[in-house]
Nanobody, 120 residues
Framework: VQLQASGGGLVQAGGSLRLSCAAS????????MGWFRQAPGKEREFVAA??????YYKDDVKGRFSISRDNAKNAVYLQMISLKPEDTAVYYC????????????????WGQGTLVTVSS
């Protein structure tokens, strides 16, 4: 099983990026698929997740980030707009079958991360 995240990069504050995560090795249509991020010196934190058509977001990304998924492609996406310097982090996609959607322990499968850097 592999999750491959892509789409990170350097963007100015106020800019946009779209992260993609392609999963292979099994079908995740019934799983939570989500995004977490980890800034330097900080713990990994929940950003967004989606399951059964319901989307969940960290409070400070609501209205700026949008998660979507394509179960036919076994993929999940994160559209990020109005980016802020504090959004700078390595973003990880993850898939999990049970538990609470914003807990890292709920996710069994993790991608390698893609770096998002937002300059001021």
């Amino acid at each position: 099983v592999q999750l491959q995240a892509s789409g990170g990069g350097l963007v100015q504050a106020g800019g946009s990026l779209r992260l993609s995560c392609a999963a292979s090795g099994r079908t995740f249509s019934s799983y939570y698929m989500g995004w977490f991020r980890q800034a330097p010196g900080k713990e990994r934190e929940f950003v967004a997740a989606m399951r059964w058509g319901a989307a969940y977001y960290k409070d400070d990304v609501k209205g700026r980030f949008s998660i979507s998924r394509d179960n036919a492609k076994n993929a999940v996406y994160l559209q990020m707009i109005s980016l802020k310097p504090e959004d700078t982090a390595v973003y990880y996609c993850a898939a999990g079958g049970s538990g609470i959607y914003d807990y890292t322990s709920s996710y069994e499968y993790w991608g390698q991360g893609t770096l998002v850097t937002v300059s001021s």
